[in-house]
């Protein structure tokens, strides 16, 4: 199995210099929308076809699945591969953050988080850093390009733990419901907020300076945005083996039932006694009816 995860990780970081210098040429918006009814630039449609080549031709992957394709593509026997081609690709327009997110599960989709056995994320920033959970441990590279499309990888973050808690962010916010309105007053009081609007480099920062980052449900969107098995899970799974935490507010997210492919689920991850005060003062019930 760990080979078959080493492969995934080097084909997509791989691909990563490529990525990233391909976005500039892609950056309209060309008419269609995911399955999550989101507006598709160019650059969403070109990075998943790509990615999908590259992960569905790695022996030993079983199922392939995107945000930006409907159905699962089954590929033989093996692990189930499920990405984020480019998240956050909204910031693309403006150069803002936009990363790619993997998730790698031992388990046909659909299926919890708790099947997860390893995520990793490409965060296309002044630098491209690949930042990778598996074995209960979280590393970060930085990704450099080198001649005939190779690349090297430059260990910059070992056994990432997550400081005290420093910072906060939340997404969401015109629409949220009042005991949430409430928390993030009295969070605001504490922490300093960092909000880049793209949630690889939202996670990113959290991680690194500590604290709490989340999209909750929203009045409009009482599931709230994330997508469960594309972003929610392998986030929730780096962070937690950070020494961090997760919730969907009353559990950790990797203990979510899956039972569609594209599902949403309101999403907290940081600092555990953050994600404790999350668990008890939010009531996702108070949004029914
Ligand atoms: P995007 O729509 O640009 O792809 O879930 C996708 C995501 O970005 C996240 O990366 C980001 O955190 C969030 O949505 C941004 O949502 P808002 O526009 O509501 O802030």
Redesign the pocket.
Known sequence: MNDIIDEVIRQVAEAAPHISSGLKKRREYVGNENPSD?KQLEADIWANELLKQLVTSVKGVGEFASEEEEQVTDCGEGLSVAIDPL?????IPTNNLVGTIVGIYDEELPCKGKNLVAAFYILYGPLTTLTVARDGEVDEYVIEEKPGDKIELHKASENIRMPKAKVYGF??NKNWAQDFRDFESEISEEYKLRYG????G?INQTLHHGGLFG?PHRTDAPEG??RLLF?CNPIAYIVEAAGGASTDTEKSILEVEADKLHQRSPFFAGDEKLIKKVEKEIDISSLDG
């Not at 609007?197 to 690889?200: E, M």
């Open positions: 989101e998240d956050g690709s909204s910031n997404g969401g609007g793209a949630f690889v939202d999209y945005k994330y972003e």
